[in-house]
């Protein structure tokens, strides 16, 4: 199974920021939070006791604010179970502005073996309008600390078209990044629409240039032996992201912490986004229908690796777009071409 801790703190929140987390927090606050994590994963484990366990992943919020003790006594549950030794892949989410060479020694004596940095942009322009913390001189620095190792597996997050971006961003971040450090997985995300405050609008680059931005970036990472494995996500062979993949296959994987979402046995649940009602234990549950899976199968498909054929039930609609070349078809599979990635959500919307 795949393991996801959700760690909601954050010094600041950015403006766009959809996830659950505060900015107000102190070490009493992170003290019982950590207890109330804790506790729901030793609960999992004392009815899960020979669950095997493939990754790990702390995300947030900023997961780099804890301390190396604190990590570690939450990793010492896992340690313990005897489906630990299967284990493969630990992320942790850093804000490079934590970076220091004890933090990456205390994470690699940790057993976390793959870091996932959130540089987002070099425009400091964009990083200020955007309430971003983190500085060119701090991911710089920790670009400088990374690369004397010992953790190798590192991703790199970036976002196109942030207020204030200009053409050709994405490319001249990438080219600065690749000349202080080799990151083996490169994220390009792209902010939906309804994230933008209002007052941002008059910044925001044209959806033209948002996707000239992705595609730039695609092409570049691609030229490098980078390979698009998911619409946002690149990597070097052998470092894809096994924990994202998990959510994409609908492996199960399990979530601890605020708004934590979990697929167990055909059933989605999502712990309360108010700590209030993690504290008391508060989840909502679902029971995916063979009908929604099928959905999620395409949806995620066509992100990924594609779509077997016999799932899409409307044919005719797959032969139109395919003679209008939004999607081709290999070995029973169908796929998206990648001149037409933009219109997924069309696509999807037609097909299901
Ligand atoms: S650092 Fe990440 S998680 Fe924290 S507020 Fe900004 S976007 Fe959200």
Redesign the pocket.
């Known amino acids: 199974m795949f393991f996801y801790l959700h760690i909601p703190f954050?010094r600041?929140?950015?403006l766009?920021?959809k996830?659950a987390?505060t900015p107000k927090f102190d070490e009493l606050k992170v003290r019982i939070y950590i207890d109330a994590l804790k506790t729901e994963i030793e609960e999992f484990f004392d009815q899960n006791s020979e669950i095997s366990i493939e990754t790990i992943y702390f995300g947030?919020?900023?997961p780099s604010i804890l301390t190396g003790e604190q990590i570690s006594e939450i990793l010492e549950i896992f340690r313990k179970q005897r489906g630990f030794s299967n284990i493969s892949e630990i992320t942790m989410e850093s804000?490079p502005e934590d970076i220091t060479s004890e933090y990456i020694q205390n994470l690699s004596k940790l057993w976390i073996n793959r870091l996932s940095l959130?540089v987002q942009t070099l425009n400091s322009s964009s990083l200020q309008m955007t309430g971003?913390s983190n500085s060119n001189e701090a991911i710089f620095r920790a670009f400088d600390i990374i690369t004397k190792g010992p953790i190798e597996n590192i991703s790199i997050d970036l976002i196109a078209g942030l207020p204030g971006t200009i053409q050709g961003q994405i490319v001249s971040d990438l080219n600065k990044i690749f000349s202080h450090i080799t990151p083996k997985h490169v994220s390009i995300y792209m902010l939906e629409d309804e994230l933008y405050p209002p007052d941002w609008k008059s910044h925001l680059p044209s959806e033209e240039i948002i996707q000239s931005e992705y595609l730039s970036g695609s092409k570049w990472l691609q030229e490098k032996e980078f390979r698009r494995y998911e619409l946002s996500n690149f990597a070097k062979s052998g470092f894809e992201s096994k924990h994202n993949r998990s959510y994409w296959n609908h492996s199960q994987y399990r979530g601890f912490g605020l708004a934590a979402a979990s697929f167990v046995n055909g059933k989605r649940s999502t712990n309360s986004s108010s700590f209030s009602g993690y504290y008391r234990g508060e989840r909502e549950e679902e029971i995916l229908t063979e009908d929604s899976l099928c959905i999620e199968r395409i949806m995620f498909g066509l992100r990924t690796s594609g779509v077997f054929l016999y799932e899409l039930e409307n044919k005719d609609i797959v032969e139109r777009f395919q003679k209008e070349w939004l999607l081709e078809i290999q070995e029973e599979k169908v796929f998206l071409t990648s001149t037409w990635i933009f219109l997924i959500d069309h696509i999807i919307s037609e097909l299901i």
């Open positions: 954050c600041q929140k950015c766009y920021c996830f987390l947030g919020g900023t804000n959130g971003r």
